[in-house]
Nanobody, 127 residues
Framework: QVQLVESGGGSVKPGGSLRLSCAAS????????VAWFRQYPGKEREGVAA??????????YYVDSVNGRFSISRDSGKNSIELQMNDLKPDDTAIYYC??????????????????WGHGTQVTVSS
């Protein structure tokens, strides 16, 4: 059973940066898909970044609204899933969840394709 635990959320001013981390234990690398979703109050979760890893390399994917500002990665040493968020905007305010699958997820942001979820961490962007 994979357990995911997020950390790193908090409050920041517009234009600031935060780094979210999701401790993933146990979760291999090759053939796995990891992702970050966010949820606004009263809305369904939406995907923001995903990463597939196979023997050839890693393949990131971003939703348009965060492309160029967010970066998803895996930290082998910490066995974690990272989300670096730069140039944050008030619209980025949400609860952020990490998700993982032990297979290739072809529909990156279809939440039903991920078997494992964290409990979420709040990100607030406000002046």
């Amino acid at each position: 059973q994979v357990q995911l635990v997020e950390s790193g959320g908090g409050s920041v001013k517009p234009g600031g940066s935060l780094r979210l981390s999701c401790a993933a234990s146990p979760l291999g690398r090759r053939g796995t898909t990891v992702a970050w979703f966010r949820q606004y109050p009263g809305k369904e979760r939406e995907g923001v970044a995903a990463l597939y890893t196979d023997f050839r390399g890693t393949y990131p994917y971003y939703v348009d609204s965060v492309n160029g500002r967010f970066s998803i990665s895996r930290d082998s040493g910490k066995n974690s899933i990272e989300l670096q968020m730069n140039d944050l905007k008030p619209d980025d305010t949400a609860i952020y969840y990490c998700a993982a699958s032990r297979s290739m997820v072809r529909s990156w942001f279809d939440g039903s394709k991920y078997e494992y979820w964290g409990h979420g961490t709040q990100v607030t962007v406000s002046s």
